[in-house]
């Protein structure tokens, strides 16, 4: 009677190994850009309380309604795709990349509101993590959009659900992001 070993935490992973190591990767450095932000926050609660009053919670707010609509979206794709429903799987990662690019959209309507006030990286601490943050995370969003797309052109299963779980990455940072920038009083 021979004992199979019982498979290790990265044999049961969904997706790609090395797709897992760059979702890693780029949490430990949303994480510590979220930690410096805090840090520096600590020295001028002040200051960044009345620079955060400048930013547009709502649009924030909606583009928080809009990136977890398409990771349910990305998510049904690869519902969609195991139950054979090729054409709704494209559809759902269509859909989901156009709220990606409405997000863009939203996101570079403050950045133009910010730029006509005069608010730039070097008006206030916040600001500078403000951009950095939100700006790297925008160009995440970009990166997700193109995956998403990409995916919905090779739709094989691995593809979309290693394509979902990017997408998942980028909503976590959001959803992380939007309380800590935006609302943190």
Do not use: C
């Not at 054409?87 to 269509?94: D, F, K, P, S, V």
């Not at 403000?130 to 925008?138: C, E, N, S, V, W």
């Not at 659900?161 to 997408?167: D, L, R, S, V, Y």
Request: proline share 3%.
């Amino acid at each position: 009677m021979s004992e199979q070993a019982e498979p290790s935490i990265l044999e049961e992973l969904p997706g790609d190994f090395l797709m897992w190591v760059l979702i890693i990767s780029e949490l430990l450095v949303f994480g510590a850009g979220l930690g410096a932000f805090l840090s520096v926050r600590l020295t001028d609660p002040a200051g960044f309380a009345e620079a955060q009053q400048h930013l547009d919670r709502t649009g924030a707010g909606l583009n928080t309604v809009v990136l977890i609509t398409s990771g349910y979206l990305a998510a049904r794709a690869l519902q969609f795709r195991q139950a054979a429903r090729r054409g709704a799987a494209r559809l759902a990662l269509a859909a989901a990349a156009a709220l990606g690019v409405v997000f863009l959209v939203i996101k570079g309507a403050e950045y133009a509101d910010k730029a006509a006030k005069g608010i730039n990286y070097d008006t206030h601490p916040f600001f500078m993590f403000y951009y950095l943050l939100t700006g790297f995370h925008a160009a995440h969003v970009v990166a997700g959009v193109i995956l998403l797309l990409l995916v919905a052109w090779r739709d094989a299963p691995d593809n979309i659900e290693m394509g979902a779980a990017f997408w998942h990455m980028v909503d976590l940072v959001w959803v992380l992001l939007f309380p800590i920038v935006y609302l943190l009083a």
